[in-house]
């Protein structure tokens, strides 16, 4: 019987990679680059990049500019009076992120070299009032453009700033009455949307609020050498938190308060608050008082709750008196009757973290008594909580170390 041999060939396939010169080729985005000067007149948006400011850069009225995350600013304090301004009726849009925070510097990295961003908006102001008593609902800004300021739309808005860092700024203006600061709002509104900026060693208030709606989140105000937070003009943003000051080199006070006299119910409210001064911290020079954590002025008033703060033990010598410095100051008789006695200041969950006495008073001719349940005090008071990041980290120093 024959034997029936089948034979099979079996076929064998080969898959083969591309060679590296097939590899597709990966193009690194493109990155802006350029100067930004003068008067803006058409929106625009800065991409990723690096770029010069150059002179007093105004954001007309009706126009908005963008910077994407990533992008850095630099001035140059010997091409005269740098600044970035948002007129009224603009817009300026800054949308870092915490790993690319969006960075306006100077070149010199000397404090007091530009004018550093200063935004006006459409929001009622009270800069005082009339000898018949009739509050006074302007004024003209003090950063040396003499713009006047104050309006009826309390939810304006002048744009969206977050994650931006403002360095070295605070340039004083030679006519010796006008200063800049990191940030200057006047009579910004409501519709405004501040969150997680830094202002970093400049010669003058880290930001300051000049009237306006507007509220703030998130704020770092480090190594500046006049206060950390100011306000003045009847400010009365309500949603303020997270507000970390740390006072370091040379610095006034902590917080200063005030509304320009007029006697008002509709002060600001701020949460989480922590304001230290390192020790050895001067106070600026021609200001030898000023080295209180909070201190209230003409009828300046306000909530503030869940405050730590540490290291406003310093004194100052003003001819043979030794000042001690206080958590809280209440520089004069008015302020003191209208705000504290009438119940329209509150500090409430305050820790201090070393010997600072709790409260002192401008004159000798007034004593400080708040009124039941309007001052606490707390051990377990934890203040600003901060997210860390790219955000709060300069040449290499994380800004949150000592929060």
């Known amino acids: 019987m024959k ?159 977050k994650y931006a860092r403002v360095e070295y700024a605070g340039k004083k203006i030679l006519d010796g009455n006008s200063e800049m600061n990191g940030f200057s709002f006047y009579a910004v509104g409501s519709g405004t949307v501040l969150e997680n900026l830094v202002s970093y060693k400049g010669a003058d208030d880290g930001f300051e609020f000049y009237g306006g709606t507007v509220s703030a989140k998130n704020l770092i105000s480090y190594g500046n050498t006049d206060d950390s937070f100011d306000w003045q003009d009847g400010w009365q943003g309500q949603a303020n938190t997270n507000w970390y000051a740390y006072q370091t080199g040379a610095g006034n006070f902590g917080m200063e308060i005030e509304a320009k006299s007029v006697n008002n119910a509709f002060g600001p409210k701020v949460s989480n608050i922590t304001l230290r001064r390192a020790a050895g911290t001067a106070t600026e020079a021609g200001n030898p008082l000023e080295i209180d954590a909070f201190q209230f002025k003409k009828e300046g008033n306000g909530e503030y709750s869940n405050i730590v703060i540490s290291g406003y033990t310093n004194t100052a010598i003003s001819g043979t008196t030794t000042i001690n410095a206080v958590a809280v100051r209440i520089q004069e008789a008015a302020t003191n009757t209208n705000q504290v006695n009438g119940g329209k200041i509150k500090m409430l969950n305050v820790k201090i973290a070393d010997s600072t006495p709790l409260t002192g008073a401008g004159v000798s001719t007034i004593t400080v008594a708040f009124p039941v349940g309007n001052f606490t005090t707390s051990t377990t008071a934890t203040g600003a909580a901060l997210t860390p990041g790219a955000w709060a980290i300069v040449d290499g120093v994380n800004l949150l170390s000592n929060l």
Do not use: Q
């Open 3 to 161: 034997k029936l041999v089948f034979s099979i060939a079996f076929l064998s396939l080969v898959f083969t990679g591309c060679s590296s010169s097939d590899d597709d080729v990966v193009t690194p985005p493109v990155l802006g680059t350029g100067e930004i000067t003068g008067d803006v007149t058409a929106s625009k948006t800065y991409i990723k990049g690096t770029y010069t400011l150059s002179g007093t850069v105004r954001i007309k009225s009706g126009i908005t500019v963008t910077f994407e995350a990533g992008s850095v600013i630099t001035a140059d304090v010997t091409n005269g009076t740098d600044a970035l301004l948002v007129e009224k009726g603009g817009m300026l849009n800054i949308a870092g992120t915490a790993a690319e925070p969006v960075v306006f510097t100077e070149k010199s990295k000397t404090a007091g070299s530009w004018g550093g961003i200063i935004m006006f908006g459409e929001a009622p102001i009270v800069s005082g009032k009339t000898a018949d008593g009739t509050p006074i609902t302007t004024a003209t800004s003090e950063d040396g453009t003499n713009i006047v300021y104050g309006g009826t739309n309390a939810t304006h808005s002048s744009g969206s700033l």
